[in-house]
């Protein structure tokens, strides 16, 4: 049970608003409020400004990262690149010959699943 006027008030639906008929920013006259006229000029140019920043963020970005790869490339020393390399290589076959033990003992039946 509300306690006051406050509660009742926040508790009730919102009043529909007053038929406005520039509501919508829209004149009697097919102008906007500022005058311009509704036509697809304007969705057009919003539409290429969109693309065009579009396009800018994707050029700056790989740009960036393609300096970045540069300068991490040249500034690496060559045995880490190689020793990194090597480590990578063997744990990426160790990874490979384990799953093929694997499916290969599930092939052979000889590993049940634990029923999870």
Not at 26 to 54: E, P
Not at 92 to 114: Q, T
């Amino acid at each position: 049970m509300p306690r006051n006027d406050s509660e009742k008030a926040s508790r009730r639906a919102p009043r529909p608003a007053a038929a406005d008929p520039h509501r919508d920013g829209n004149d009697d006259d097919g102008n906007d409020r500022d005058g311009k006229d509704r036509d697809g000029k304007d969705v057009i140019k919003r539409l290429v400004w969109l693309i065009i920043g579009f396009l800018l963020g994707l050029g700056s970005s790989w740009t960036v990262m393609r300096r970045v790869r540069r300068v991490a490339v040249r500034l690496a020393p060559a045995d880490v690149v190689d020793r990194w390399g090597d480590n990578v290589r063997a744990a990426v076959h160790e990874g490979r010959d384990a799953m093929r033990a694997r499916e290969a003992s599930f092939k052979d039946g000889s590993v049940r699943s634990s029923g999870k």
